[in-house]
């Protein structure tokens, strides 16, 4: 079985740039969720997805960050303009709804802004 | 969620047992123990959940106290490819907990030759 799916794995950018990152879940997982890793820390959530719906984003910093997952499976995070101090890990996992809590975590990217 | 505390590293050696101890004094009548492991450059990885006693799966044992305020995820025989960041959280279960994990800073865990 397939696991999360990321793209790109790298990616570098000036500051001011806009990025965007894409996230392919395990099939059949209806719950997506996208978290930022600064190096030393623990993942933190920035937005989760009940299919289509984002049910929790208090954490995602509208300004300038957004995400979609239109059909209910594929997601993309966005962030325009990227400074500085988005440097980090941007992490997708996926899980099934109740029961547990076991996220499955993709790959994760690493984004460089200069 | 309830807050927990683990300690930032420890260091063992390859074929000895380690056990990470993880505090959560508010943890409450609902929430649930979890672990995760993560190494570099990937995602982290579920290893073990458990409510209360003892919970063992093929990778990690978990112990629980009666009062559930701490709790000891124990790693029998570690090898070199242990070595990893490893997560406590604590929280409900999916749906009460609309799926949220507050990871912390994790312990660092480094096994050597």
């Known amino acids: 079985e397939a696991g999360v799916v990321q793209s790109p794995r790298y990616k570098i950018i000036e500051k001011k740039q806009p990025v965007a990152f894409w996230c392919n879940p395990i099939?059949?997982?209806?719950?997506l969720y996208w978290y930022l890793q600064n190096l030393g820390q623990g993942p933190e959530l920035l937005i989760r997805?009940?299919?289509?719906?984002?049910?929790?984003d208090s954490q995602l910093p509208k300004d300038r960050f957004s995400a979609e997952r239109l059909k209910g499976v594929d997601s993309t995070l966005k962030i325009q303009p990227a400074e500085l101090g988005d440097s980090a890990v941007y992490l997708c996992a996926s899980s099934l709804a109740g029961g547990s809590n076991e996220q499955f975590f993709g790959p994760g990217t690493r984004l460089t802004v200069l | 969620l309830a807050k927990t505390t683990q300690p930032i590293s420890m260091d063992s050696y390859e074929g000895q047992e380690v056990n990470i101890t993880c505090s959560h004094n508010?943890?409450?009548?609902?929430?649930?123990i979890t672990w995760y492991q993560q190494f570099p450059s990937q995602g982290p990885r579920f290893i073990i959940q458990?409510?209360?006693t003892k919970v063992t799966n093929e990778v990690a044992s978990l112990f629980i106290p009666a009062d559930r305020k701490s709790s000891t995820l124990s790693l029998p025989r570690v090898s070199l490819s242990d070595t990893a960041v490893y997560y406590c959280l604590v929280g409900d279960l999916p749906p009460r907990n609309t799926g949220k994990l507050i990871f912390g800073q994790g312990t660092t865990l480094q096994v050597k030759p």
């Open positions: 997805y009940e299919n289509e719906e984002a049910v929790d």
């Open positions: 099939s059949g997982h209806n719950t």
């Open positions: 458990g409510y209360k």
């Open positions: 508010n943890i409450a009548t609902n929430d649930y």
